[in-house]
T-cell receptor
Framework: ETGVTQTPRHLVMGMTNKKSLKCEQH?????MYWYKQSAKKPLELMFV???????ENNSVPSRFSPECPNSSHLFLHLHTLQPEDSALYLC???????????FGQGTRLTVV | EDQVTQSPEALRLQEGESSSLNCSYT??????LFWYRQDPGKGPEFLFT???AGEEKEKERLKATLTKKESFLHITAPKPEDSATYLC???????????FGKGNQVVVIP
């Protein structure tokens, strides 16, 4: 247990559905991240929040919408996804100044 | 743009057969180099941070070293439970992001 909890662990959704991924951290960190991990590819950074403000958005399609209501919680809202969006979505947190990111267990997303 | 290349992509070892994993990087000012272990279907687990050339860190059978261009993760007398994918990442100055390599997939055969 790393102190970063993601739910759900597995999600199957149709291309017309709307769903949300949730991440919660209990480490007292104030930076949170969403990463996408596809087979045979490096982890891709999607979004960075620092002190609840989005500081980076790496050209992610608008069908992915992040939300950070406070420094302990992070959401990724999904709508009208494509099959190529199927991947492991990882949440991480860190304390600015250390840059050691701690990851959750991930959500395995399958778009059908 | 920060870049990380890991080799070999996959490695099969007999139990007790020591080996090394390579992480080559290019970065405009290294803030830190990170090693993670990832088991199938799980999130990466933090192992080490290295900040400057010449630095070394150890944890059980794992030892990480750093030069100005690359890092090595040495696995001494591995056991089957060391089977995992090992990820290397770097962070440069002026960045909020970690740049990851594709990983080294290690299988240790009893």
């Amino acid at each position: 247990e790393t102190g970063v909890t993601q739910t759900p662990r597995h999600l199957v959704m149709g291309m017309t559905n709307k769903k949300s991924l949730k991440c919660e951290q209990h480490l007292g960190h104030n930076a949170m991240y969403w990463y996408k991990q596809s087979a045979k590819k490096p982890l891709e950074l999607m979004f960075v929040y620092s002190l609840e403000e989005r500081v980076e958005n790496n050209s992610v399609p608008s069908r992915f919408s992040p939300e950070c209501p406070n420094s302990s919680h992070l959401f990724l809202h999904l709508h009208t996804l494509q099959p190529e969006d199927s991947a492991l979505y990882l949440c991480a947190s860190s304390q600015p100044g250390t840059y050691e990111a701690f990851f959750g267990q991930g959500t395995r997303l399958t778009v059908v | 743009e920060d870049q990380v290349t890991q080799s070999p992509e996959a490695l099969r070892l007999q139990e007790g057969e020591s080996s090394s994993l390579n992480c080559s990087y290019t970065v405009s000012g290294l803030r830190g180099l990170f090693w993670y272990r990832q088991d199938p279907g799980k999130g990466p687990e933090f192992l080490f941070t290295l900040y400057s050339a010449g630095e070394e860190k150890e944890k059980e059978r794992l030892k990480a070293t750093l030069t100005k261009k690359e890092s090595f993760l040495h696995i001494t007398a591995p056991k089957p439970e060391d089977s995992a994918t090992y990820l290397c990442a770097v962070q440069g100055y002026g960045n909020n992001r970690l740049a990851f390599g594709k990983g080294n997939q290690v299988v240790v055969i009893p």
